[in-house]
Nanobody, 123 residues
Framework: QVQLVESGGGSVQAGGSLRLSCAVY????????MAWFRQTPGKAREGVAA???????TYAESVKGRFTISKDNAKNTLYLQMNSLKPEDTAIYYC?????????????????WGQGTQVTVSS
């Protein structure tokens, strides 16, 4: 019913910026929570930022002050603005969404996932 399609990944130097986009297709009824996760090969997927229509915003400490999650309801698109990128930000970034009022940054809590987009930050 819901499909998430990501774009905007790429390669940048440390200190650079990227904006990731996640287009949402299908019914968004009760889809009140959306989030970004990232994963490096060999490591577990980790939460980066979450935006809940009811719950509000949540950021991982490692990205707080550098990343901004937002969405454009008219375009059915979620964004992640990433500034002051660091090499440790290198990962595949995934968009996720879930039904409900809560919006925790936990992998198991999300119902829908995008295909992922690669972000590479060089020193």
């Amino acid at each position: 019913q819901v499909q998430l399609v990501e774009s905007g990944g790429g390669s940048v130097q440390a200190g650079g910026s990227l904006r990731l986009s996640c287009a949402v297709y299908g019914s968004t009824d009760s889809l009140y929570c959306m989030a970004w996760f990232r994963q490096t090969p060999g490591k577990a997927r980790e939460g980066v930022a979450a935006l809940g229509d009811i719950a509000g915003l949540t950021y991982a400490e490692s990205v707080k002050g550098r990343f901004t999650i937002s969405k454009d309801n008219a375009k059915n698109t979620l964004y992640l603005q990433m500034n002051s990128l660091k090499p440790e930000d290198t990962a595949i970034y995934y968009c996720a969404a879930r039904y409900g009022d809560s919006c925790p940054i936990g992998v198991g809590a999300f119902h829908f996932w995008g295909q992922g987009t690669q972000v590479t930050v060089s020193s």
